[in-house]
């Protein structure tokens, strides 16, 4: 009988120390994220947030390395002509404490143009949620801005 208590005391120890699986999980940015708005930072916080135009549409693709982005808005000329091309772009990237770094390799209209002047790396920085991430840049006063991303899928 003592082998036997001694026993289940020690399952139950064992069982009751180890790490349920849904805490082990972590967060990831892999998925499909739909830009919703845009945040203001001042001295490093947020400020004020502001909804991302009804006429545009921001979708960024991340996989376990590769990322991929499609930005389109509408930008009517004087003569109702849509003027803004979009443009698209991807890459590999990698995530690093509360920084995300995004390696250009190709991309259409303005952001090839970008790419081809030497800005191979975009580097912001990032926080992250199950359902929402924002990327942004502050100076040195931290002041700033960032985009705000809920995630589709």
Known sequence: MKKIIIITVLALAIISCATPENSSKTIGLQGVWD??????FEDGKPKDTVPFDAKSKQVKFYT???FMFVANG???DYLGVDRNI???GNGTYKVENDSLFEFMSHGTDNYLKWIEA???IYSVKINLSENHYTQYTLDSLGKGSGELYKRVE
């Open 35 to 40: 830009r919703i708005g845009t945040i203001y």
């Open 64 to 66: 376990t390395e590769n």
């Open 74 to 76: 509408k930008q009517l």
């Open 86 to 88: 979009g443009f698209a």
């Open 118 to 120: 030497g800005n191979k």
